[in-house]
C-alpha cells in the first residue's frame, strides 16, 4: 500500500524568505503525486501535480516541486514567500496497487509567514 | 455546476441520531471520493465510486457508514448512530477521469459535530 510522510506539522519562514516543504512516499508501483493547498475555511486547491515526464514540476503561486525516484521525495519549493502564502499544505500519492485508484494524503504542513 | 457542492456546510447531530451527508460533484466527472478530515489531520479515505460502481470501501471506519452513487452523479454518504468520534469534517471530491492521474476537485466539506 501506498503512503505519505509529511516531515514538519508547522514551518515558520520570512517573507521573501525560501519555502521548502518535505514530502516523501512510499509506493509499490510508479505514483502520481500532488500537492494541495488549504486555505482557512476553504476547500483543497490543486497546487502541482508529476503524473510522467519532467521531474520538476512547476505550479500556481510560483510554486514548484521535484520528483526524485531515488529518494522517493517530491518536496515543495518557493523561492520567495509571500505573506499570502500562509495555508496548510498537503502531500498525496495516487497509485493503482489492485487495480483501482486511491488517493493517500499526508497529514499536513501549516505554512507561517512572519512579516 | 461551477464546482464540487455539499450539504449541509454544518451538521449537528445527537450522539445515536443517523445523518446524510450529499455530494454534488462536477457535471460528467467520472471518479468520486469521500473523504474524512480530523481536526489538524490530513484527508482520510473513505470510498471511491467510478460512475455508480463503489470499487473501494476499505477506508469506511465500520458498518455505520454507508455510502451510495445510485446514478453515477450526487452521491450520498450516510452515517448511522453517530458517535462521538464521527465528529470531523467530511470532503467530497471528483475527478474526470478514473486513471488515477486526475486533479481532484474538492467541495467545501460537511462538518459534523456529534453532542
Known amino acids: 500500500a501506498q503512503s505519505v510522510t509529511q516531515l514538519g506539522s508547522h514551518v515558520s519562514v520570512s517573507e521573501g524568505a525560501l519555502v521548502l516543504l518535505r514530502c516523501n512516499y512510499s509506493?509499490?508501483?510508479?505514483?502520481?503525486l500532488f500537492w494541495y493547498v488549504q486555505y482557512p475555511n476553504q476547500g483543497l486547491q490543486l497546487l502541482l501535480k508529476y503524473t510522467t515526464g519532467a521531474t520538476l514540476v512547476k505550479g500556481i503561486n510560483g510554486f514548484e516541486a521535484e520528483f526524485k525516484k531515488s529518494e522517493t521525495s517530491f518536496h515543495l519549493t518557493k523561492p520567495s514567500a509571500h505573506m499570502s502564502d500562509a495555508a496548510e499544505y498537503f502531500c498525496?500519492?495516487?497509485?493503482?496497487?489492485?487495480?483501482?485508484?486511491?488517493?493517500?494524503f499526508g497529514t499536513g504542513t501549516r505554512l507561517k509567514v512572519l512579516a | 455546476g461551477a464546482g464540487v457542492s455539499q450539504s449541509p456546510r454544518y451538521k449537528v447531530a445527537k450522539r445515536g441520531q443517523d445523518v446524510a451527508l450529499r455530494c454534488d460533484p462536477i457535471?460528467?466527472?467520472?471518479?468520486l471520493f469521500w473523504y474524512q478530515q480530523a481536526l489538524g489531520q490530513g484527508p482520510e479515505f473513505l470510498t471511491y465510486?467510478?460512475?455508480?460502481?463503489?470499487?473501494?470501501k476499505s477506508g469506511l471506519p465500520s458498518d455505520r457508514f454507508f455510502a451510495e452513487r445510485p446514478e453515477g452523479s450526487v452521491s450520498t454518504l450516510k452515517i448511522q448512530r453517530t458517535q462521538q468520534e464521527d465528529s470531523a469534517v467530511y470532503l467530497c471530491?471528483?475527478?474526470?477521469?478514473?486513471?488515477?492521474?486526475?486533479?481532484?476537485?474538492f467541495g467545501p466539506g460537511t462538518r459534523l459535530t456529534v453532542t
Open positions: 498525496a500519492v495516487s497509485a493503482s496497487e489492485s487495480g483501482t485508484y486511491k488517493y493517500i
Open positions: 465510486f467510478q460512475n455508480e460502481a463503489q470499487l473501494d
Open positions: 457535471s460528467g466527472h467520472v471518479s
Open positions: 509506493s509499490s508501483v510508479p505514483p502520481y
Open positions: 471530491a471528483s475527478t474526470q477521469t478514473g486513471t488515477g492521474s486526475g486533479e481532484q476537485y
